[in-house]
């Protein structure tokens, strides 16, 4: 069983940063970022394959960067210019198809 961590979630303001981070216990082909808000369905945040390419959402595209260390099994997650929207526990996913895993959840909260 793989195992996904992520830590580097916490308080921030509006306009601020945050770097979030996910190791995974083995090596996973397709890496990725999901959030659910409260009250809401889980949402796609971005994805990266083991290659380098790369998914966005529309409502963070431009703001969020999504990369990842192959050596070091981990991904992150760059948050720019974070807005209260973008508030919500923030998990890690890993696929290697057909098997999907999901981090523990991260929480952020954008806030004045």
């Known amino acids: 069983q793989v195992q996904l961590v992520e830590s580097g979630g916490g308080l921030v303001q509006p306009g601020g940063s945050l770097t979030l981070s996910c190791v995974a216990s083995?090596?996973?082909?397709?890496m990725g970022w999901y959030r659910q808000a409260p009250g809401k369905q889980r949402e796609l945040v971005a994805t990266i394959t083991r290659g380098g390419v790369t998914n966005y959402a529309g409502s963070v595209k431009g703001r969020f960067a999504i990369s990842r260390d192959n050596v070091k099994n981990t991904v992150y997650l760059r948050m720019n210019d974070l807005k209260p929207e973008d508030t919500a526990v923030y998990y890690c996913?890993?696929?290697?198809?057909?098997?999907?895993?999901w981090g523990q959840g991260t929480q952020v909260t954008v806030s004045s």
């Open positions: 083995a090596r996973i082909l397709n």
């Open positions: 996913n890993g696929r290697n198809d057909p098997y999907d895993y």
